[in-house]
T-cell receptor, first 112, second 112 residues
Framework: EAQVTQNPRYLITVTGKKLTVTCSQN?????MSWYRQDPGLGLRQIYY???????DKGDVPEGYKVSRKEKRNFPLILESPSPNQTSLYFC???????????FGPGTRLTVT | KQEVTQIPAALSVPEGENLVLNCSFT??????LQWFRQDPGKGLTSLLL?????REQTSGRLNASLDKSSGRSTLYIAASQPGDSATYLC???????????FGTGTSLTVIP
């Protein structure tokens, strides 16, 4: 079954404690992306990757890091989380022909 | 920068009614437009994808149209059902860049 998985699904942490949210896909898609969703602001793209070792900033990259060492994985790293990063995070993938996006189930992050 | 708007933010209709959801975008140079459905606290489910060269796509009771010149897309839902209650989101991919831009969604309630 084609799927995008994210872990963890729920995370409560404290300010400044480094964390990583993993994203993995089995669709052999080259394009992968991270979004955050906040009430009233919709989904905003944080980072995206066109291929292995190729990453670019989206609209809200501050405070986040990503890496793409393998085609199937695209982890999101928060090195020093702050309360304003409390949000619902989604990973998405797409092929580079149609660019039809497929989303993971989401990770709800709370930073206290 | 591309801006995507969805109006109204919320819509309530009686069961059986046909309805139209709107999505507008500021830059007509898009690669594609995708409609999604999101249930509360859940991920995004793709409904329809329209490439920039297409005028409409249909899937079951759903029909999406695209008018690039006016920067608009509509999602038509025929014979609405309570199970259609959800938030509907549209997203566009820019024609030149590699980012995606989302609207803030229309929350639909279908009353039995």
């Amino acid at each position: 079954e084609a799927q995008v998985t994210q872990n963890p699904r729920y995370l409560i942490t404290v300010t400044g404690k480094k964390l990583t949210v993993t994203c993995s896909q089995n669709m052999n898609h080259e394009y992968m992306s991270w979004y955050r969703q906040d009430p009233g602001l919709g989904l905003r793209q944080i980072y995206y990757s066109m291929n292995v070792e190729v990453t670019d900033k989206g609209d809200v990259p501050e405070g986040y890091k990503v890496s793409r060492k393998e085609k199937r994985n695209f982890p999101l790293i928060l090195e020093s989380p702050s309360p304003n990063q409390t949000s619902l995070y989604f990973c998405a993938t797409a092929d580079r022909v149609l660019y039809e996006q497929y989303f993971g189930p989401g990770t709800r992050l709370t930073v206290t | 920068k591309q801006e995507v708007t969805q109006i109204p933010a919320a819509l309530s209709v009686p069961e059986g009614e046909n309805l139209v959801l709107n999505c507008s975008f500021t830059d007509s140079a898009i690669y594609n437009l995708q409609w999604f459905r999101q249930d509360p606290g859940k991920g995004l489910t793709s409904l329809l994808l329209i490439q920039s060269s297409q005028r409409e796509q249909t899937s079951g009771r759903l029909n999406a149209s695209l008018d690039k010149s006016s920067g608009r897309s509509t999602l038509y839902i025929a014979a609405s059902q309570p199970g259609d209650s959800a938030t509907y989101l549209c997203a566009v991919k820019g024609g030149t860049g590699n980012q995606f831009y989302f609207g803030t969604g229309t929350s639909l309630t279908v009353i039995p």
